[in-house]
């Protein structure tokens, strides 16, 4: 059957690596507008050329110790200024017709934390008008302004969630995020040759392969994605292959368990022991903690016989020295017997929708772990989700055993449809 055409509204979002250098910012430009001759209305969000917004912040850092955040964010947003401006000359130099945008141009109105802005409304007048004259728009990815006009960024990795916000606002049909990766795959190619790129996978699976680290897609992307129901569809700027698109769990033909192994080596394990246990030690010893914005991930508290406690819990990587300062003066103060910590660790997790509705998987998990004998040191789980934390030399072989024990290399029967 010929199918005829439809008009569509697009959304198509390109990292910086995609748009690199002036060759890459013109097959970009080349690839929206054999898109837009095919009569679909364009809408382009760009991030700054792969390395740029790095080189700001260093060079933010030279001028001031702590940079001023409304200046850093005056800053850091010109980046995107420069490939769209660039997009839109390549494309007019090809003969099409299209304008570039800033963020307050169109009016992408957010709160004023600066560095992490928020979006609160997006007006999408300026964006119809232009797209009503045939023209492809682009827009800066990772930028807003202040309804006092002072322009603000989203945090890193924000131009993802300019293009969803800008998706949900337009109500557009699909939402390309074009990457240098050909989509979402069941585990890391790099760590297990059998990964697998995955055709279609929900929203909240996305939300946690996200939090654990996988970094094709900005969380808070996702998490916009779900709340306004953007179809979104990550995929490789490089081909034509069709990538992994992110949708409602309802969508998902029946599944396997589990969609995807993932593992995170940022974290670190500190153990408290012999805490008195009474009533607000716990306050007592993740307060301080949290008041340094440091972020615990797994907590386990034992009880021991005699009115004591052991606690123990993660924390990344980065704030392990920093938390091992505070947990010693905490361990003066309530008066627990010692504490170590371990750089050393893991967290190893499987992610599925489809645990949901099998109840052995958590089990079958440390069956995997332990055939191979990998000793368990912190478990943790949510709905569709399954943490171990283990010792850092045994990621490898816990990601291929986990592959492999839930078939992971095996297609899903999604896709046989
Ligand atoms: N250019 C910004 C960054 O490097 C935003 C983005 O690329 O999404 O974080
Ligand atoms: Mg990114």
């Known amino acids: 059957m010929e199918s005829t055409k439809q008009m569509a509204v697009i959304v198509q979002k390109f990292g910086g690596t995609s748009v690199g250098n002036p060759d890459k910012i013109k097959a970009v430009a080349q690839r929206v507008m054999n898109v ?37 964010d005056m800053l850091l ?21 299209v304008i570039s945008l800033l963020g307050d141009q169109v009016k992408i109105i957010t709160d004023a934390s600066h560095t992490k802005a928020r979006i609160k409304s997006i007006d999408t007048e300026l964006i119809e008008k232009y797209h009503k004259e045939g023209k492809i728009v682009v827009v ?43 989509g979402v795959y069941t585990t890391d190619p790099n760590m297990c040759k059998s990964a697998r790129k995955i055709d279609k996978i929900s929203y909240d699976e996305m939300l946690e392969l996200a939090s654990l680290g996988a970094k094709v897609l900005d969380i808070r992307s ?90 123990t819990f993660t924390v990344p990587l980065t704030d392990y020295d920093q938390a091992m300062g505070i947990v010693e003066k905490v361990c003066a103060d ?21 645990m949901r509705n099998h109840s052995a998987i958590a089990s079958t998990m440390f069956q995997v772990l332990a055939k191979e004998g990998i000793n368990i040191s912190l478990i943790s789980t949510s709905e569709i989700k399954v943490s171990c934390v283990i010792a850092e030399k045994y990621t490898e072989l816990a990601v291929r055993a986990l592959h492999d024990a839930f078939e992971l290399d095996k297609a899903t029967p999604t896709e046989e449809h």
């Open 36 to 72: 837009a001759k095919e009569g679909n209305s364009m809408v382009v969000v760009l991030s700054a050329m792969s390395g740029e917004t790095n080189k700001f912040v260093e060079l933010a850092h030279a001028m001031q110790e702590q940079p001023d955040p409304r200046e850093f």
């Open 77 to 97: 947003s010109t980046g995107e200024q420069v490939t769209i401006a660039l997009f839109a000359m390549a494309v007019k130099a090809a003969g099409m017709d």
């Open 140 to 182: 800066a990815g990772f930028q807003g302004v202040t309804p006092d006009q002072h322009i603000t960024t989203l945090g890193r990795g924000g131009s993802d969630t300019t293009a969803v916000a800008l998706a949900a606002a337009l109500k557009a049909d699909v939402c390309e995020i074009f990457t240098d990766v050909d």
């Open 222 to 311: 996702v998490s916009f994605a779900k709340r306004y129901k953007v179809p979104i569809h990550v995929r490789s700027t490089f081909t034509d292959t069709e990538g992994t698109r992110v949708v409602e769990e309802d969508e998902l033909m029946e599944s396997l368990p589990v969609s995807g192994v993932t593992y995170n080596k940022n974290e670190a394990r500190i153990t408290i022991s012999k805490v008195p246990d009474t009533p607000g030690i716990a306050a007592k010893i993740f307060t301080p903690i949290s008041a340094a914005d440091i972020v615990v991930d797994v907590i386990i508290q034992n009880t021991r016989e005699g009115g004591w406690t052991d606690m």
């Open 334 to 354: 309530i008066g627990a017997e010692s504490f170590v910590g371990d750089p050393d660790i893991a967290k190893i997790s499987i992610v599925g929708v489809g």
